[in-house]
C-alpha cells in the first residue's frame, strides 16, 4: 500500500489549497487573523478528489472546527514530538468534517491550520509522511508562527498585513518556495535599493529541498546529553544521575523517498520519542540497537530524544562539599572536584562552580585558596563562582578549594524556595560543557545509512557529541539535604510527562 502510494504522490503535485492564522489567548475568545484560498490548486483538487471533494469553509466556521479538534486531540506541537510513550508518531494531520487532509500546528498563542492538496484522497496519516508537501507545509507553519509571535504586541490589521506581504512572496500559487520571513525582508530591502533581489550569505535557501538538493549527499550528526545529579557524598544517601539525550541530524540529501539509518547505545534508553518523519522504528539484536526509517525534512531536526536512568553511569565531575560555621557572620568551605579519567582536560570546554549562600544577608569578604582556577563574588554578592575551566591539569586530574566567607547579615538574605535550604542545609552546583563526549556512547553509525533509491555518489557524514549540565548539585556534607533533593526522577518524569 506504502508503495502504491509513493507512485500516486509522483502523479499529483502537492499544494496549499487554503490557509488560516488564529489567535488563541487563554484569556480571550479565539479569532481568525487571517485566511487565504488558492483558487487555481481548488479547481485541481476538484479533478482529484471528485466524489471525495469538500468545499473549502468560511474562516468562522473553520475556526469552530479547529477549536474544537484541538480540544479533542492531543496535537502534535511545533517541536515535533508526541509524548514519550506513543509507540508511533504521526505527522499533525487531521481530518475535519470532509476536509482532508488538514494540517494543524499550534505554539504558545497561535495556530496554523493548512489545507492540502495531496495524493492521499483519504485519511492514511501513517502514510503522509512520504508526501513532501507535509514537510513543507510543516515548515511554513512554523515561519508563520514564528511571524505572528514576533509581531504580537501588534494588531491583527499589523500581522495580516505582514502576513500577506510573505505568502505573496513566497507562496503565491500554493506552492510553498521555502524562504523564510527574514529572507524576504532581505530581497524586499534589495530591490527598493536597486541592488537585486538577491539573497546575502546571512541569508540563505534551506541546503536541502525535496528534489532541488543539487550539492553532494551529506548528513550532518549532533548527539547532545544533559547530565542531571545530586551528590550526597554519603552511604547513606547514594547519589543520583539521570541523563536526558537528543540526536539531531541534517540530511542533504536530493531525491529520495526514504533514509534508513541505525543507531546504539551502551545502555538502555528510555522515554524514547521520535519526530514525525519516523514512520518505522523497531529494536534490533542484541539490545540497545533501533532500526529506524525515515523521510528526513528540511533542515536541522531532532530525530529522537531519550532518558537514561542507571545508577552505574559514572559521573563526569564528581564533588566533596563541606560547610561548616566559624561563627555567627562567618563560614569555612572546602570543595573538592575530580574529573573523571573518561574525559581529557582538553575536551572540557566550559566549568565552573556556584555556591549560593542562604538566610546568611550579603558577603562582605572572602578569602579564598584554590588549587586552580579562579574565585570571585557573584554581582548579586550572595554566591561564589569558581572557574575551573581547563584547570585540571594534575595527573589525578583533581582540584581543591577553601575559602572563608564573612557576611553582612543586617543585608537582606536569599531564600531558597525550590529546596528551603537554610544556613548549613546548602549546595554547590556545577556547570560544564565537555565536547566530543557522552556517558550513553549513543551513535547514529554513519556505515548502516541507506538511502531509497540508492545514491550514485558517496554520502558524506559528520558526527559531534556534546556533554553538558543538567541540574547538577553537590550537597554539603556537614548539613542535610532536603527531602525534595532526594526526588530528581520523580522531577524527570514528570517533565518528561
Known amino acids: ?3 502504491v502510494y509513493h507512485e500516486m504522490n509522483k502523479q499529483v503535485t502537492p499544494a496549499i489549497r487554503a490557509l488560516w492564522c488564529f489567535s488563541m489567548p487563554s484569556s480571550a475568545p479565539a479569532s481568525v487573523v487571517y485566511d487565504k484560498q488558492y483558487s487555481t490548486v481548488n479547481k485541481r483538487a476538484k479533478t482529484h478528489l471528485q466524489d471525495d471533494y469538500a468545499a473549502i469553509p468560511s474562516s468562522t466556521d473553520m475556526l469552530q472546527l479547529v477549536t474544537e479538534e484541538l480540544s479533542s486531540t492531543a496535537l502534535l506541537r511545533t517541536n515535533g514530538f508526541e509524548g514519550p510513550a506513543a509507540a508511533c508518531v504521526h505527522p499533525p494531520v487531521h481530518a475535519l468534517d470532509k476536509l482532508w487532509p488538514v494540517l494543524i500546528v499550534q505554539k504558545n498563542d497561535w495556530c496554523v491550520a493548512i489545507l492540502l492538496l495531496t495524493a492521499y484522497t483519504r485519511p492514511e496519516p501513517q502514510w503522509m509522511v512520504n508526501s513532501p508537501g ?14 505572528a509571535w514576533s509581531l504580537r504586541k501588534q494588531t491583527h490589521a499589523v500581522i495580516r498585513s505582514e502576513l500577506h506581504t510573505y505568502l505573496a512572496v513566497t507562496c503565491p500559487y500554493g506552492t510553498w518556495s521555502g524562504l523564510g520571513y527574514a529572507q524576504v525582508g532581505v530581497m524586499l530591502s534589495a530591490s527598493k535599493s536597486g541592488t537585486g533581489a538577491q539573497l546575502t550569505s546571512q541569508a540563505q535557501l534551506p541546503s536541502w529541498r525535496f528534489n532541488t538538493h543539487k550539492g553532494k549527499p551529506q548528513v550532518d550528526v549532533i548527539v547532545r546529553e544533559s547530565v542531571h545529579a545530586m551528590q550526597f557524598g554519603s552511604p547513606d544517601n547514594p547519589d543520583v544521575i539521570q541523563v536526558s539525550g537528543v540526536v539531531v541530524v541534517k540530511a542533504a540529501i536530493a531525491d529520495i523517498s526514504s533514509l534508513t539509518c541505525q543507531l546504539s547505545s551502551i545502555v538502555p534508553l528510555s522515554h524514547i520519542a521520535y519526530h514525525h518523519s519516523v514512520r518505522e522504528h523497531k529494536c534490533l539484536e542484541p539490545e540497545q540497537r533501533y532500526q529506524l526509517t525515515l523521510l528526513p525534512p528540511d533542515d536541522r531536526f531532532e530525530l529522537l530524544h531519550y532518558t537514561i536512568r542507571n545508577t552505574g553511569l559514572q559521573l563526569p565531575l564528581r564533588g566533596i562539599f563541606q560547610m561548616a560555621d566559624k561563627d555567627e557572620d562567618s563560614v569555612t568551605l572546602l570543595m573538592q572536584l575530580k574529573l573523571s579519567p573518561s574525559i581529557p582536560n582538553a575536551a572540557l570546554e566550559y566549568c565552573e562552580v556556584r555556591i549560593p549562600f542562604f538566610e546568611r544577608g550579603i558577603i562582605k569578604s572572602a578569602k579564598p585558596q584554590a588549587q586552580g582556577g579562579s574565585v570571585s563574588i557573584a554581582d548579586s554578592k550572595q554566591e ?7 584547570a585540571f591539569t594534575s595527573k589525578d586530574q583533581e582540584l581543591s578549594l577553601e575559602v572563608t566567607v564573612v557576611f553582612d547579615t543586617e543585608k537582606p538574605s536569599r531564600v531558597d524556595s525550590e529546596y528551603g ?3 548549613l542545609n546548602s549546595y554547590a552546583e556545577a556547570f560544564f560543557i565537555v565536547q566530543q563526549r557522552l556517558l550513553s556512547d549513543v551513535c547514529l553509525e554513519t556505515a548502516s545509512l541507506k538511502t531509497d533509491p540508492p545514491l550514485k555518489s558517496k554520502l558524506k557524514t559528520s558526527t559531534n557529541n556534546e556533554l553538558v549540565n543538567g541540574k547538577y548539585m553537590i550537597w554539603n556534607l556537614l548539613g542535610t539535604a532536603p527531602r525534595a533533593a532526594h526526588n530528581l526522577h520523580e522531577l524527570m518524569d514528570e517533565a518528561l510527562g
Not at 561564589?384 to 581547563?390: A, P, R
Open 134 to 147: 507535509v514537510g513543507d507545509a510543516i515548515e511554513l507553519s512554523q515561519t508563520i508562527l514564528g511571524l
Open 1 to 3: 500500500l506504502q508503495a
Open 421 to 423: 535550604c537554610t544556613k
Open 384 to 390: 561564589l563562582v569558581w572557574q575551573v575551566s581547563k
